[in-house]
């Protein structure tokens, strides 16, 4: 069984910088593809950024390229979303979520596991 659990989420103004983490534990990860998205109410779940922990190779979603970076620490099995010059359009709960494949989804039925979800709010 896999548990992902996301934690660095908070109150912040918009320029601000936050990172959050997803510390992944239950099995070995190495040919895993861990991707970010979240959820603001009444909209779908949508996909922030991916990477492949085989790799390294990333992947961002327009709205966050050049102000979001995901990163990882194998060694402590943890996946880092680097966010900076936050915006208020960037408020959400957060998301962590793994799949058993090389490649990123952008579509969130593509992964099997998931975090309860950390929120951020940016005001301006």
């Known amino acids: 069984q896999v548990q992902l659990v996301e934690s660095g989420g908070g109150s912040v103004q918009a320029g601000d910088s936050l990172r959050l983490s997803c510390a992944a534990s239950g099995r070995t990860f190495s040919n895993y593809n861990m991707g970010w998205f979240r959820q603001s109410p009444g909209k779908e779940r949508e996909f922030v950024a991916g990477?492949?922990?085989?790799?390294?190779?990333?992947y961002y979603a327009d709205s966050v390229k050049g102000r979001f970076t995901i990163s990882t620490d194998n060694t402590k099995n943890t996946v880092y979303l680097q966010m900076s010059s936050l915006k208020p359009e960037d408020t959400a709960a957060y998301y962590c979520a793994a799949r058993a494949a090389l490649s990123t989804s952008l579509n969130p039925r593509a992964y099997a596991y998931w975090g309860h979800g950390t929120q951020v709010t940016v005001s301006s």
């Open positions: 990477i492949s922990l085989s790799g390294g190779s990333t």
